[in-house]
């Protein structure tokens, strides 16, 4: 058990490496393009254009592949084996490809009611330009749908660090069109370097396929049970799911009638930023324990409720301190990765305002994706279809009513709330499916957690404050060292369970060393 233990820290371990990697690469990727272009014409109808593509997938078929590939094919893979449960695979990846070439040929149409749709705050000349830059893009759909499918078959058969790696050879390839092609054939190469890292994506992933005996033949087979069950969940998943990129969409929307249309770049990076930093911890742990609850669900020997409660616990002490210090160094931190070229100094405050605001839902986007794996896993989609249709609407409530007391940073906090709100939805009917989440000893650690990240925020500001002006790599990593080792201290006082196998773990590698 300890073995497999330390096998699971191992895995999950690469995968953050590897992801955070491959976020950083997002990030520089952003950071030339906000240097190229700044946030003018080119920078936000390139940014609307790409969203379009991206809330398409997502809002229709990112569910049924994250939510239901997984859960169905760990079942089959458990129950009867790994020929049907490819069998199955074939048949689902067939399904998506045909409807994500429909969905991509409906948006090549309607790209231009599409891009006014998204951004009706734009002038004439930006509205034009969206709507080019959508078509060039939108057969990102396509592949997206294949690079996802491949994703959600490694994951079942636990193949984990290739498709953690997608990111980074993708990001890889459009900072390389930044640096050698983007003087020659600007915005528009740019989309189609954009559309040619996506399909890179998917073609990376097809040698571990091959690798794992992962025999996939194109069919279409509607008697499949496989196919039926994804079929069944798809539409109460496809809402549930619709959370982030309709949020997105929503919060482009407010932001296109901010600043002259600059408010889309501010929440566009902020929103970037936020989902770097809450994804690398969150979904890494997320996506290695998907699989794990979709093969208890399925029958396989354990307990879900310990399994569920342990992994909020580890999430939580590191997304509560993250949500402290993210909001202390917004500042720096945007500055850091932005600032510059044409990022002039109000693009960074405006931005960081947005960043700060939004930090606050780092919790929420937490608990949404660890409980959504576990109403997945058990192939139930309408609890998390309610939740997410409560925090869509919350989220198009508050951005009415505080934007035009917030400007940008409205925007964010209803973002921020409306993670949170589907988060406590979620949580709420835990109890009458047998998941016993909240135990004394996890009420107490939640308080421990909590009163070390409150201790640990003086630390990350004071010390901000006495660098401010020395540099821009020094004004953020310093302070957050000094977060670092505060919460680090304040969790071994109060001994938190990880925090004392860690202890443990460095000591034993100290005397063994000694030995």
Not at 438 to 449: C, H, Q, R, V
């Amino acid at each position: 058990m300890e073995e497999k233990k330390k096998g699971s820290v191992r895995t999950v371990g690469l995968m953050m490496i590897i992801t955070l990697l491959g976020k950083v690469l997002g990030l520089v990727r952003d950071r030339l393009l906000t240097v190229n272009y700044g946030s003018g014409m080119e920078a936000n109808a390139f940014l609307t254009a790409s969203r379009i593509p991206r809330v398409f997938f997502d809002a229709v078929f990112a569910s049924a592949i994250s939510a239901s590939l997984i859960p169905v094919f760990s079942e089959l893979l458990t129950k009867r084996g790994k020929k049907a449960a490819c069998d199955f695979a074939g048949s689902f990846l067939t399904l998506m490809t045909a409807l994500c070439a429909l969905l991509t040929v409906l948006g090549m149409v309607f790209a231009g009611p599409l891009a006014r749709l998204f951004a009706p705050g734009f002038d004439p000349q930006t509205g034009r330009l969206t709507e080019e830059l959508t078509r060039i893009m939108m057969p990102t759909v396509i592949f997206t749908g294949v690079a996802f499918s491949f994703v959600g078959i490694l994951q079942s058969l636990e193949e984990f660090n290739i498709p953690a790696a997608i990111s980074l050879i993708s990001n890889g390839a459009v900072i390389v069109y930044y640096l050698f092609f983007n003087r020659t054939f600007g915005i528009y190469g740019l989309a189609a370097a954009f559309l040619i890292s996506w399909a890179l994506q998917a073609l990376v992933q097809i040698p571990s396929l091959i690798k794992k005996g992962a025999t996939l033949r194109p069919s279409l087979r509607f008697e499949d049970e496989g196919l039926r069950k994804v079929l069944r969940l798809m539409l109460p998943v496809m809402v549930a799911s619709w959370v982030l990129p309709v949020n997105q969409a929503v919060n482009g929307i407010f932001a296109s009638g901010l600043f002259e249309g600059a408010g889309v770049s501010a929440v566009d990076h902020a929103y970037s930023l936020f989902t770097v930093i809450a994804g690398v911890f969150v979904l890494s742990v997320t996506n290695y324990i998907f699989p794990r609850l979709s093969r208890l669900a399925a029958g396989e020997g354990g307990d879900m409720s310990a399994t569920l409660r342990g992994t909020l616990h580890t999430v939580m002490l590191v997304v509560v301190p993250m949500t402290v210090g993210l909001m202390a160094v917004s500042r720096p931190l945007v500055d850091f990765i932005f600032g510059g070229g044409k990022f002039d100094g109000f693009a960074v405050d405006i931005t960081a305002r947005a960043l700060s605001f939004m930090a606050l839902g780092t919790v929420g986007y937490a608990l949404t994706n660890v409980l959504c794996r576990f109403y997945f896993a058990r192939l139930e989609g309408l609890v998390p279809l309610l939740a997410g249709a409560a925090a869509v609407a919350a989220n198009a409530i508050l951005c009415a009513v505080l934007t035009p007391l917030m400007d940008v940073g409205g925007i964010a906090l209803a973002c921020a709330l409306s993670l949170s709100v589907n988060g406590v939805l979620l949580a709420v009917p835990l109890g009458r499916r047998g998941v016993k989440l909240i135990t004394a000893d996890f009420a107490l650690d939640m308080g421990k957690i909590l009163l070390s990240a409150l201790i640990m925020e003086p630390a990350v500001f004071f010390t901000r404050q006495i660098l401010e002006g020395r540099g821009k790599l020094l004004t953020l990593i310093v302070p957050c060292a000094a977060g670092v080792l505060v919460y680090g201290i304040m969790i071994l006082v109060l001994r938190l369970p990880e925090a004392m196998s860690a202890k443990d773990f460095i000591l034993s590698r100290i005397g063994r060393k000694e030995k």
